[in-house]
């Protein structure tokens, strides 16, 4: 093995006690924790014998494992970013109810409604 | 029961962003027309409609957004607060001045008169039927509002002749059925499938919608038609 490959395998192995504290911490859920474990697991293999790349290009029908690996982290930072942009979204909706329950908090408050008292 | 004391239980939802030349007449006109529970949601406007509508009409609710959050949050502020003074009936009402009067009166004669019909959605595209007139509309606004009608039926499966169409009057208490999640123009098509979802009785009326180069100016465009269904795609993913 080059020292690359130890670099990237130290790696691997803080991604993995980070995500199994986060998990423990129930700041993820275990869905979540299981898919990237799972990524990481994937990346040991490919970090310690390379060779398994090209075999899975080919099998893709992509060419060079180099590629493959380019194009599944190309998906993979789509779905982040989607994630990311759901999240977003979710906020926002999160957001408008904030707005809208003070609108109406400020009228109740204002004009001291006596429906409300 | 009168007319009068009827359109007492009638809250008129109007949803405001930077209105301040047409919401006078709009206001004007309901006030004229015994409607008295008006509630105006201005969504951050920018220019002076808090100050006309506070200095100029002080028995109108005035409800203010402090971040502009779009016309389906507008809507569900207004509706909620609506619901809780005790709306018999909620109308969904255009601050610019499209919308017309008399079909508020119709379509609450409509309610009345019908116990089993809750909600009564406005259609541009249906014929007289004596409850109501078809609306004359500029031919390119005819085309982008067909080829909604003709994606919600085909796309999003809900079958109205007019799903942009922002009249609506509901009973209030179908509220909590009805209730909506997008914040800005994909509330319309949303509406329309909660009513197809929860099976809420309605009736399409037609509406007189009067246009104006300002209003279509300010109105919808063909490239919105993308970011409603994106965000009604969205919302499904939440």
């Keep these: 093995m080059v020292l690359m490959q130890y670099i990237l395998i130290l790696v691997a192995v803080l991604s993995t006690l980070w995500i199994v504290y986060l998990f423990k911490k129930n700041k993820i859920q275990f869905l979540t924790a299981f898919f990237i474990l799972f990524l990481i697991l994937f990346f040991l293999v490919i970090v310690y014998n390379p060779d398994i790349s090209n075999y899975l290009a080919n099998w893709f029908g992509v060419g060079r494992g180099a590629d493959f690996l380019m194009y599944l982290s190309i998906l993979f930072l789509f779905f982040i970013n989607f994630k990311l942009y759901l999240r977003v979204v979710k906020l926002d909706k999160q957001i408008s109810k904030i707005v809208s329950y003070y609108a109406i908090e400020e009228f109740k408050s204002q004009y001291k409604n006596d429906k409300f008292q | ?238």
């Excluded at chain 2, 004391?5 to 006109?29: F, G, H, M, W």
């Excluded at chain 2, 100016?217 to 969205?234: M, P, R, S, T, Y």
């Design chain 2, 1 to 238: 029961m009168n007319n009068k004391s009827i359109y007492k239980a009638v809250y008129i939802v109007i949803p405001a962003y930077n209105e301040e030349t047409r919401i006078a007449n709009v206001l004007d006109n309901l006030l004229a027309n015994s409607f008295s529970n008006i509630i105006v949601v201005d969504d951050e406007s920018k220019d002076n409609t808090a100050s006309l509508i506070k200095n100029n009409y002080p028995n109108i609710i005035y409800l203010k957004h402090f971040i502009n959050r779009g016309q389906g949050t507008a809507l569900r502020t207004g509706s909620l607060l609506a619901w809780q003074l005790g709306a018999k009936y909620i109308v969904h009402f255009d601050a610019d001045g499209q919308m017309s009067v008399e079909d508020i009166k119709k379509a609450i004669e409509i309610l009345e008169n019908n116990e089993d019909i809750e909600i009564i959605l406005g259609s541009r595209f249906l014929t007289n039927d004596n409850i109501g007139q078809k609306s004359e509309m500029p031919i390119k606004r005819r085309i982008l509002l067909w080829g909604a009608s003709i994606f919600s039926k085909y796309i999003l499966n809900i079958d109205y002749s007019d799903p942009q169409n922002g009249f609506r009057v509901f009973r209030a208490n179908i509220l909590p059925k009805l209730w909506w999640n997008n914040d800005r123009m994909a509330h319309c098509s949303e509406i329309l499938q909660v009513i197809k979802k929860n099976k809420l009785k309605y009736k399409e009326m037609p509406v007189n919608i009067i246009y104006t180069d300002e209003t279509l100016e300010k109105g919808q465009k063909a490239k919105d038609a993308f970011k409603i269904v994106w965000d009604l795609f969205i919302n499904k993913l939440l």
